[in-house]
């Protein structure tokens, strides 16, 4: 069994640990198109978690930005919400957390790209090659994601939506059709 989580967003990224936090995956989001016909490609995406067993996903709770403009907003929300949707479709328990938290929780510096590239190296030492480039902050921030999950959830073997930490919210429909 593996986690999911993201970093939402067009420029964003993507990672999957197991339930020992062995990182197993991390790569930018992907997108189809460029400009302002760039989008997330949700074929590309499922074909990605088509190759590992996604027990739970858990994606970073965001929200509009006070500074961005109207456009980037929409488009933002637009990428969110096609995640939420995949997932969704694909039948992948989700859980979302608020940046503030996990960073808090993690140890991490709030705004910092490069103290969370940092973190994420020293973490998986054995995969450093992800997070070489400094535009590899986000893959770091989806793999830390991840990890606050582990370290929060108590899972060791395989995901339960009945153990989830503190601060997150769970959106999910259990096989008997209630919300969890």
Same mark, same amino acid.
């Given at each position: 069994m593996a986690i999911l989580a993201i970093d939402p967003g067009l #420029?964003? *990224? &993507?990672a999957i640990l197991d339930c020992q936090?062995? /990182? =197993? /995956? @991390?790569?930018e989001i992907p997108v189809? *198109?460029? *400009? @302002? #016909?760039?989008? =997330? #490609? /949700?074929?590309? +995406? @499922?074909? &990605? /978690?088509?190759? +590992?067993?996604?027990s739970h996903a858990v994606v970073e709770d965001v929200a509009a930005m006070p500074k961005q403009g109207l456009t980037s907003t929409f488009r933002f929300g637009r990428a969110s919400g096609s995640f939420e949707g995949a997932l969704a479709a694909l039948k992948i328990p989700t859980s979302f957390i608020r940046p503030a938290i996990w960073k808090r929780d993690i140890g991490a510096k709030a705004k910092q790209a490069e103290d969370i590239r940092a973190l994420a190296i020293q973490t998986w030492p054995d995969q450093s090659h992800r997070f070489a480039r400094k535009r590899d902050h986000n893959r770091a921030e989806a793999a830390l994601i991840g990890l606050w999950f582990l370290q929060h959830s108590g899972i060791v073997g395989e995901a339960s939506a009945d153990r989830m930490p503190p601060g997150s919210t769970v959106i999910a429909d259990g096989d008997d059709g209630r919300t969890i």
């Open positions: #420029n964003n *990224g &993507i936090r062995r /990182l =197993l /995956l @991390a790569t189809i *198109g460029e *400009g @302002a #016909n760039k989008r =997330l #490609n /949700l074929i590309t +995406f @499922a074909d &990605i /978690l088509g190759q +590992f067993r996604i």
